[in-house]
C-alpha cells in the first residue's frame, strides 16, 4: 500500500482531486460573501515575512499597513478583472495557469528518493550516456619554445634520437612547471595542463613503449612516451552517482508530467477542427 502512495501518478491524482475540490469550494464560498474581501491574520503574517526577507527587518506598523493597502488594491484588481471576463482567451494567463500546474507536478516528481536499484537501473537503461574518459599514462621532456627559438625542432629531433639510444630523460630539455610524467589521467586532465592540442595527439598516439614526437603545446614542443592507454568505459554508479541521479529526476518529472496530461486527457472529449490553412 505504502508503494502505491509514493507513486508519482497516485500523488497527481490526489493533487487533482484536491486541486478541484479547492476550486469548486473557493467557487462556493464566493457565490456567497462575492463583495467581501478577507485579508486574514496568516496572510498578514505572509507579508510581514516577505517584508523582512526582503530587508532584513519587521515592517512597521504604517508600512505593514501600506502591505496590506496594496493586497486588498490587487485582490480589487482580480476579482474586477474576472467580473469583466479580462482572463478569458488571454494566452498568457493560460500558459501562466498551466505552468503552475506544471510546477506543482514537478514538485511532487522531485519529492521521491532514488534508491540504489532506481539509479542503477536508470544506468543500465542508458549505458551509452554515462561513459569513462579514456585515460593516459606518459612521460614528456619539454622544450622551451622562447628559449629554443628558430632552432627548437632540430633540438628536438637531436633529443629524439638520443632518448631513443636510451637517454635519461631527467638528464635531458628545459626547467618547466609542467610535470614530466603523468599516471592515468584522464583526457580532459591532460588538456587543462598541457592544452587541447598535445591532449588530442596524445589520445592518437599509440602505445608503442617508445619515445615520439615533438608534439607540440602553447608552452613549446614535447617528446613522449606513452606508457599506458585505457580506452573508453562504461563508468560504475559510484563514479557517477550524482548524475545519474540528477538525470533520473529529470526523466521521472518527464514521465509523470506525461503520465498526468494523458490522465487529465480522459476527463474531457477533445475536438480539433479541421480548417485549411493558407500557406
Known amino acids: 500500500m505504502m508503494k ?64 496590506i493597502e496594496n493586497r486588498v488594491g490587487e485582490e480589487l484588481f482580480y476579482r474586477e478583472a474576472l467580473a469583466l471576463g479580462l482572463g478569458k482567451n488571454d494566452i498568457l494567463v493560460r500558459r501562466r495557469l498551466a505552468q503552475k500546474l506544471t510546477f506543482i507536478t514537478n514538485d511532487l516528481a522531485s519529492r521521491k528518493a532514488p534508491s540504489d536499484e532506481d539509479l542503477q537501473g536508470y544506468l543500465k537503461a542508458n549505458p551509452g550516456k554515462y561513459v569513462g574518459e579514456p585515460a593516459l599514462t606518459f612521460r614528456q621532456v619539454f622544450l622551451n619554445a622562447d628559449q629554443r627559438g628558430p632552432k627548437l625542432l632540430d633540438h628536438a629531433r637531436v633529443l629524439l634520437a638520443e632518448l631513443k639510444r636510451g637517454g635519461d630523460p631527467k638528464a635531458m630539455g628545459d626547467p618547466s612547471l609542467l610535470p614530466p610524467s603523468m599516471k592515468a589521467a584522464t583526457v580532459s ?23 615520439l614526437g615533438p608534439v607540440k603545446s602553447a608552452f613549446g614542443a614535447h617528446l613522449i612516451r606513452i606508457d599506458g592507454k585505457v580506452a573508453s568505459r562504461s563508468v560504475t554508479l559510484k563514479e557517477a552517482r550524482r548524475t545519474v541521479e540528477r538525470d533520473w529526476r529529470a526523466d521521472e518529472r518527464r514521465k509523470a508530467h506525461a503520465t498526468y496530461r494523458e490522465s487529465l486527457k480522459r476527463k474531457y472529449k477533445i475536438v480539433i477542427e479541421n480548417k485549411e490553412l493558407g500557406s
Do not use: C, Y
Request: charged content about 20%; proline content about 5%.
Open 4 to 67: 502505491i502512495v509514493r507513486e508519482p501518478l497516485f500523488q497527481f491524482l490526489i493533487v487533482g482531486v484536491l486541486v478541484f475540490a479547492l476550486h469548486a469550494l473557493i467557487g462556493e464560498k464566493n457565490s456567497k460573501p462575492a463583495g467581501v474581501i478577507v485579508i486574514s491574520v496568516k496572510e498578514q503574517m505572509n507579508l510581514a515575512a516577505l517584508f523582512r526577507k526582503t530587508w532584513q527587518r519587521g515592517p512597521t506598523p504604517e508600512e505593514l499597513d501600506g502591505l
Open 189 to 211: 586532465t591532460v588538456a587543462r595542463l598541457f592544452g587541447s592540442d598535445f591532449a588530442k595527439a596524445l589520445d592518437k598516439a599509440g602505445t608503442q613503449k617508445n619515445w
